[in-house]
């Protein structure tokens, strides 16, 4: 049971190539493209293995992942921050496009603070199921771009600590309205220290528990209207037959 967090190509280039590999992408881009397409090819025997084990292959990188009918394989790409969108789509967009559709449902994780810098190039993936937005994403523009795939808001862990429950719980619904589509949306927290007390930890999961209530009840709303609706113009209907 459970996942070996098997990182992501580009955080592995950095870890075996170090700060060398980001030179490497403009001084030698064939061999840049040939090790990151082998690093790849390990880390796919890797997930394939561990999914023969566990039946899953990403909750070490977010636990959010296995609440899905078909657990989500998540690629971790914390690194893609320090990249610029066209290097992305060079040299790595390529192997996250054969992913999507290998490892269905696919998602990717982004904790850095600017997701929606790459949401073009996401958008030309065939398809992308999960995105982990990084505290200070444009949420807006992410769902525009994305409307069929699941974010999941990442508050800040270090914001979490000044800010007042209040603020928190402003924050989260402000966020929420931004991602436009409630039942396509998660909120997360990680690696708070005991310097979050537990009236913030309180005001998140209430925060999130209220807005699932709200947005239940407007389903509901909107779903007993139209049913209404629907009775009226049956109605009109039979009258308009019998006439």
């Not at 049971?1 to 060398?20: I, P």
């Not at 997701?115 to 990084?134: K, Y």
């Amino acid at each position: 049971t459970g996942d070996v967090n098997w990182s992501g190509v580009l955080n592995l280039a950095l870890d075996l190539r170090g700060e060398r590999f980001f030179m490497d992408l403009y001084d030698r881009p064939d061999q840049a493209r040939t090790f990151l397409n082998t690093i790849a090819e390990v880390v796919s025997r890797f997930i394939t293995g561990i999914a023969q084990e566990t039946g899953t292959t990403s909750i070490s990188v977010n636990r959010t992942v296995r609440h899905f009918q078909t657990p989500i394989c998540l690629h971790s790409t914390c690194s893609l921050t320090m990249i610029s969108a066209a290097d992305y789509e060079n040299f790595l967009m390529p192997i996250d496009r054969d992913w999507c559709e290998t490892y269905a449902p696919y998602g990717i994780h982004y904790c850095g603070h600017d997701p929606h810098r790459h949401a073009e190039a996401f958008t030309r993936l065939p398809r992308l199921d999960f995105l982990d937005v990084g505290w200070g994403g444009d949420v807006k523009h992410l769902r525009k771009c994305l409307p069929k795939t699941f974010l999941n808001i990442r508050l800040s862990p270090v914001e979490m600590i000044t800010q007042t429950s209040a603020e928190i719980r402003e924050t989260i619904t402000r966020l929420v309205q931004d991602s436009g589509d409630p039942y396509l949306t998660g909120v997360c927290c990680i690696n708070m220290d005991d310097k979050v007390s537990d009236d913030k930890i309180t005001a998140l999961f209430e925060t999130v528990q209220e807005l699932r209530q709200h947005y239940a009840a407007k389903r509901s709303g909107a779903n007993a209207e139209l049913a209404r609706h629907s009775e009226d113009s049956q109605k009109l209907s039979v009258t308009e037959s019998d006439s």
